[in-house]
């Protein structure tokens, strides 16, 4: 039996679909404000995810292993303080990161412990 390899077909050296921008948006909004636009979007999607990690780990992890959702904080401001040294904007957004997973556990710890109170019922009132 042989086996035959045949060459892809060449593509056009366009980009892919999902990589393209519509023309419309860049004539529409300076290069300078669409850039500070989707980094203050990269931002809100960072601090909620460090929102629902600490709650994750408020609520599932057990005893001390709930601090261990401040290392994915800390770790990402390390890295980009080995690459670009340290900077008051890294150290101000760890702040910021860690204020925001912190919250994220307390409220994970408040629903752990609003579940664990319904399990045992000491919170049903007798009649």
Excluded: H, N
């Excluded at 300076?30 to 601090?47: H, K, M, N, R, T």
């Excluded at 800390?74 to 890294?90: K, S």
């Excluded at 101000?92 to 556990?105: K, R």
Aim: proline share 6%; charged share 20%; net charge neutral.
């Amino acid at each position: 039996m042989q086996v035959r390899v045949l060459p892809a077909p060449l593509r056009s050296a366009s980009p892919p679909r999902a990589f393209r921008i519509a023309p419309e948006r860049l004539r529409d909004a300076p290069a300078e404000e669409s850039i500070a636009q989707e980094g203050a979007e990269l931002d809100a999607v960072a601090y909620t995810l460090f929102f629902i990690g600490g709650l994750g780990f408020g609520y599932a992890a057990p005893g001390l292993w709930k601090a261990a959702c401040f290392a994915l904080p800390v770790a990402l401001a390390v890295l980009a303080m080995t690459q670009d040294g340290v900077q008051g904007a890294i150290v101000a957004e760890l702040a910021l990161a860690l204020v925001i997973t912190a919250g994220g556990l307390l409220v994970g710890i408040v629903l752990d412990r609003g579940t664990l109170r319904g399990r045992d019922g000491s919170d049903r009132q007798t009649s």
